[in-house]
């Protein structure tokens, strides 16, 4: 049998291990991650409310019930728990897919100033993973900018603006719930260095923010109009024309009235974290403008907003993994379809998949063809790979050295103590917030 090790149960890992599943009756797959529960970002980046692209946890856990596919979580891999070289003698191959783990920074003063996040940051409080900043993102804040145009970005500005009754039934964390219910927030500026024909978020989560109840949206026709693709939008692809159609109606029709007012701003690049003492109280801004040859110049005008939240979601960055190799321009780890590069030659036996192979590009989808890739590559240098010899069960030999890993049945407990929590508070599900709470529930799995 062909023993892989996936890292990362996200949906690149779970992709990959049902591509290999799927293509090899020979194989056997243990898919280990860093956290206890599965899923990655569809379990801790999906909003909450999102409740039609979380249920693709449903597609992802028939991979994981496979039963040639075993979830092992609660694995750190690298320097502080299995280090890299000793998962490649428990396993004929190993594929990362580790995803992209932490955020762009903008590079400008004040922003380490109170009050300033990523969206990630903020993402993460919400979306209650384990390690998770304490609470007071909304904490006297009046106002908010979030910096950025992607579907992020419309995300968090659509969970500033949400109410408790649209938050209660969500599997949000009681915590950041009751926050978000007493938040004062009730202006949100969304900005953009660019102009609206280029702007990253989908048509369908730009929208959303129309339909929000008690809430006004509204665009400045001046900085639409400085787009010459908004202008004459026939050479634009469909998907950013119809944003572009979404956009001009809200120019052009006059706003509803509501408590929460959310402004979209382009052509606008932040130069400056403005500060109150040690906490951030504005954000100072450069007007922009199209060179003519597909970037942008400063005009040298500038204004200010005041905020005493910024959020910036300016894009995810992938992390060195200690003992691969990385690319720290383009955030990477070197590869030639899929097949992980060193010192100039494709390593067989070690594979990356999903954003760390290419970058954090695309949808969820996405990643399938791209975790098939790499399996065919791996599945062409099985017959070399299976010459060398591994533990007939790498599991055991995990645990003889002090590995205790989070199996299935420990995730159903999990699973079962959030029923029951949000049973108990009167909701739905309600997320487990920290690493105690969560090992405490797997445990339980472990002794049934």
């Not at 009756?25 to 243990?30: E, S």
């Not at 992209?100 to 996040?117: K, N, Q, V, Y």
């Not at 949100?188 to 609206?196: A, K, N």
Request: charged share 25%; hydrophobic share 40%; proline share 7%.
């Amino acid at each position: 049998m062909l023993h892989v090790a996936v890292v990362g149960s996200g949906p690149s890992g779970c992709y990959t291990a049902q591509s290999l599943v799927q293509r090899d009756p020979g194989v056997l797959v243990d898919v280990l991650d860093r956290l206890p529960c599965p899923y990655g970002l569809v379990r801790y980046g999906v909003a909450p409310d999102h409740e039609k692209i979380k249920s693709l946890q449903n597609n992802l856990r028939t991979v994981l019930e496979d039963e040639r596919v075993r979830f092992l979580g609660g694995v750190q891999v690298g320097p502080r728990g299995v280090p890299v070289a000793r998962l490649r003698e428990l396993y004929h191959a190993v594929v990362y897919c580790v995803g992209a783990a932490t955020d762009r920074r903008l590079g400008i003063p004040g922003e380490d100033l109170r009050g300033s996040w990523s969206a990630t940051e903020f993402v993460s409080w919400y979306s209650a993973h384990p390690d998770a900043v304490a609470d007071g993102f909304v904490l006297g804040a009046r106002t908010a900018v979030v910096i950025g145009v992607g579907n992020v970005a419309v995300d968090v500005t659509r969970m500033l603006a949400r109410g408790a009754a649209e938050l209660s039934p969500t599997d949000m964390p009681e915590s950041a719930l009751a926050s978000l219910a007493s938040s004062q927030v009730s202006r949100i500026h969304m900005v953009g260095r660019r102009g609206p024909s280029v702007a990253r978020f989908t048509t369908k989560e730009l929208r959303e923010l129309g339909t929000l109840p008690d809430t006004q949206v509204t665009v400045n026709p001046v900085e639409l109009e400085m787009d010459p693709d908004y202008v004459d939008p026939s050479a634009l692809p469909a998907a950013q024309r119809r944003n572009v159609e979404v956009l001009r109606g809200w120019a052009t029709a006059p706003a509803p009235s509501g408590r929460h007012r959310i402004r979209l701003r382009f052509f606008l690049r932040p130069v400056e974290l403005l500060a109150d003492g040690d906490r951030v109280c504005g954000v100072r801004l450069e007007r922009t403008r199209p060179d003519g040859r597909g970037g942008l110049v400063g005009t040298g005008r500038y204004e200010e907003i005041e905020a005493q939240l910024v959020l910036r979601s300016v894009g995810y960055r992938g992390v060195a993994l200690d003992g691969l190799p990385f690319d720290p321009r383009r955030g990477t780890v070197p590869h030639v379809a899929g097949r992980v590069v060193r010192e100039g030659v494709a390593a067989p036996g070690e594979y990356v998949a999903g954003w760390i192979k290419r970058g954090p590009t695309g949808v969820i989808g996405t990643n399938r063809p791209c975790a098939k890739e790499t399996v065919t590559s791996l599945l062409e240098d099985a017959p070399a790979l299976l010459r060398r010899a591994v533990p007939a069960d790498p599991l055991a030999a995990l645990r003889a050295e002090g590995v205790r890993p989070v199996e299935w049945s420990g995730w159903q407990a999990i699973e079962r103590a959030e029923a029951e929590l949000g049973a108990s508070l009167g909701r739905g599900v309600v997320k487990l917030p920290d690493w105690e709470s969560l090992l405490t529930a797997a445990q339980g799995g472990a002794r049934d």
